[in-house]
């Protein structure tokens, strides 16, 4: 049984930063792909960025030159930086880890953007 933990999230200004965690606890290795998404209430859940074990990276057009995800492939952790925060960022954040056949969600941290 694998699960992602996630941390990071809170209060923050417009223009502000945070920096979001997630580690993986469990029987996973190898390579999995490990990122983030975001939903708000009646909203449909989005992609906001992924990675590779080997360091591949996808973002969101809306977070691209803002947001960097990395990730520590012996503390099974992904991280994601978020810089020049926008109010449209708000969102509960949630964690993904994808391996063949498991994908597997964290609880969500909830960042909210608010002046």
């Known amino acids: 049984q694998v699960q992602l933990v996630e941390s990071g999230g809170g209060l923050v200004q417009p223009g502000g930063s945070l920096r979001l965690s997630c580690a993986a606890s469990?029987?996973?290795?190898?390579?999995?792909?490990m990122g983030w998404y975001r939903q708000d209430p009646g909203k449909e859940r989005e992609l906001v960025a992924s990675?590779?074990?080997?360091?591949?990276?996808n973002y969101v057009e809306s977070v691209k030159g803002r947001f960097t995800i990395s990730r520590d492939n012996a503390k099974k952790t992904v991280y994601l930086q978020m810089n020049s925060l926008k109010l449209e960022d708000t969102a509960v954040y949630y964690c993904?880890?994808?391996?063949?056949?498991?994908?597997?969600w964290g609880q969500g941290t909830q960042v909210i953007v608010s002046s």
């Open positions: 993904n880890l994808r391996k063949s056949v498991q994908t597997i």
């Open positions: 990675i590779s074990s080997d360091g591949y990276t």
């Open positions: 469990g029987n996973i290795f190898g390579v999995y792909i």
